[in-house]
């Protein structure tokens, strides 16, 4: 079982959970990353540390987000891995919380 990340990461792409991955699992896109279900050791060390709370166990994930399970699956193997924390989005804070942001999502 593997973690992924969800919804509200868009737009919104706080990095403070790629650090304490033990795997470097995460991948980073213009707005939003992900996480390698195939690299994900299902250690849990990341969700806590997502301020958005947009982490999720796979059998966690929240009704209408199971897309991003293969979405997760699929940008990870197009990103480039990210295994340091960065400065957030500018406009982050007026992101977090705004739903169905699927739309915004850049590739």
């Not at 279900?37 to 999720?56: G, K, N, Q, S, T």
């Amino acid at each position: 079982m593997a973690f992924i990340v969800g919804e509200n990461c868009i737009k919104c792409k706080m990095t403070d959970c790629v650090e304490v991955c033990p795997v470097d699992c995460f991948y980073e896109g213009p707005n939003f990353l992900v996480i390698h279900p195939d690299e994900c050791i299902d250690c849990a060390l990341c969700e806590p540390e997502c301020p958005v709370e947009a982490i999720f166990a796979e059998d966690e994930i929240p009704e209408g987000q199971e897309n991003f399970l293969e979405l997760n699956a699929e940008l990870a193997d197009i990103w480039p891995n990210i295994t340091e924390q960065k400065d957030p989005l500018p406009d982050h804070k007026t992101w977090n919380g705004v739903p169905n942001k699927l739309k915004y999502l850049e590739r």
